[in-house]
């Protein structure tokens, strides 16, 4: 049977994504931060230096996506479908280009963990993110913040008269051009994955990528991977070198041996061929391989305790299996970056296919012969030399210029590419793609200055690159340039001039709630609770004054209501957080964020008994972060009572970054 690619159309209960958050995102991510200095020492030299690589002060220029809910409704997502007579993979590019499904043919079995559901939840950088299939993380150290947003793909000629599927975007955090091709020989049981991350600018840049398999954690499902040794990875703590397949506490190997959300990453010898497996009770199950540049490996799971538990089925229907993560990536830990040079290149290929070996063997008492089994099934099916000679053969079409397009993504590539005279072979940006968010950038190129607004709406994206402050920075001088100069600056970590920018085109502008705001995070991050909050207070009155109807408008309302009750309850001012809760629109106030915070505005004022019958009638957070502690910090305001089982999401153990 020749391998065919075909577009269809996958229907699944979803969620809506919504709207992206309209506030520049200042502030530094949540979540797992890399290691301190001192928690570096225990670490290799290579590691410790690479977990010092690239720190992220904020997550501009991209935006929060924090708009979804947990309403789902039947949707269509576009998809294509990649077929031979052993695998037939389901790629999604609308969602980051992840692969939905790969089901070995001759078996019928699912090869991954296919979520039947889109759920997206607080688990990406940048917010939302859905869990299943295999998703590609490049950026920064966490899930990437395109897990929910649409690549470029075309159909590329490919070795031996086949046919690849290329997926491509630009990387915002990094300011980087990427592409995933994917690949399925007419005789192959592999799928092969190439990846190709470049660095088109002079300076030097910090590249992160991990390969995310979600795999069923079915009891019995052992995972296996060439190592005696693993990084566990907790939240707030230094890395710890643990044996493998585990210590007294139980063998991580199997993913619901772990009470609690745990992270392995394993220690593969250099010169080692790198590989993870995932094998049920009877030995079958995914095993993914790749060349020696995609160096890392490790596992990720939600654990066996009660809270792990509840976020499996917050990400999907109840009732349905969890999963756990088989984790390849460009470091040892996904807590690194690795700096690559101006004008160069990261290439590599993966592969990912069906495996079987003895089950005597795999869930046998001997850790070496577990290993040894699944290795020789693995080089049985694919030597590493046949890899190698694919890896070459794929170089050769790495620089093909796509056919037929099959999926478009976003603008901010093409723009790029325009302004900055890249040469890109192989993944073209094209100008057809530019949009009403490019737009006045794109001007701004042209001209020197960004064009007044057409409609009075929220202000549109920002841009921090180096060589777009330096256009902002000679820019006429008028409001909107302020702003966005501002986000600029403070993206560079320049506090006062972005602080200056800011104040300059406060003093002049007819929107004021923008600079206000941005003005009012400053501060907060400096411990001025008081001016934060009266800057707050005043953006909200200027918004309200200023708002329309709209989604945008919604959203802007939403996110900076969020923040200023944030403020002025923490302020100790409850009757101006009282005030903003009034002015919100009535939809808004039924949200779960909002809940939670007419729940401590409640408790402010003296209401206690008030505030607790809001958590009695149930609160839900479709954003809740993993490992949040607010709802229980807010309960605990309240009663010594026991948190309510359905509101207590604490994981107890580290965070999955």
Known sequence: MATTVRRAVLTLPAAPLGTDNPLPALRAPDGPQPPDERSRAGLPRDTARHAGCGPLRSLLPARIRDGYGRERSARDFPAVVIENAHLRVTVLPGLGGRVHSLVHLPTGRE??????????????????????????????????TLSCAPLHAALVPGPDGGTIVRLWEWEPLRDLPFQVDLWLPEDSEFLYVGVRVRNPHERTAPVHWWSDAAVPEDAGTRVLAPAEKAWHVGRGAAPRRVPVPGEEDGDHTYPLGSEHPADFFYEIDEGTRPWIASLDAAGHGLVQTSTGRLRGRGLSVWGSGAAGRRWQ????????????????????TRQECVRLDGGAEFAWLEAYGPLSADPSRVHGPGWAEARAAAQGALDAALPRERLDEAYKAWRGCADTAPGERLATGSGWGALEVLCGGHVLPGTPFAEDTL?????????????????????????????????????????????????????????????????????RGLALAPSRWPLLRCLAVADALAGDRERAADRYAAACEDLAAESRGGDRWEAAESALGREAMEALLAADRPAQARGVWEGLRPALREQGRFRLLGARLLAAEGHVAAARRVFEDGIELPDLREGEETPAEVWSALTDRPLPARHDDRTGGPASP
């Not at 089925?313 to 040892?332: I, V």
Request: charged letters at 15%.
């Open 435 to 503: 949009g009403e968010e490019q737009e006045p950038w794109r001007e701004l190129w042209r001209s020197g200055a960004l064009p007044a607004p057409g409609r009075a709406l929220p202000p549109g994206p920002s841009l921090v690159a180096p060589h777009w402050r330096d256009m902002l920075e000679t820019a006429p001088a008028d409001p909107l340039t302020e702003f966005h100069l501002g986000v600029a600056q403070w993206h560079a970590g320049d506090v006062a001039q972005a602080v200056r920018s800011w104040e």
């Open 111 to 144: 090869l991954l963990y296919s979520n039947p559901v889109f759920q997206p939840a607080h688990l990406a950088l940048n917010g939302a993110w859905s869990s299943g299939g295999i998703a590609w993380h490049p950026g920064a150290t966490g899930r990437a």
């Open 313 to 332: 089925e917050w990400l999907t229907e109840p009732g349905t299996g969890g999963y756990a993560e088989l984790r390849s990536g460009a470091t040892r």
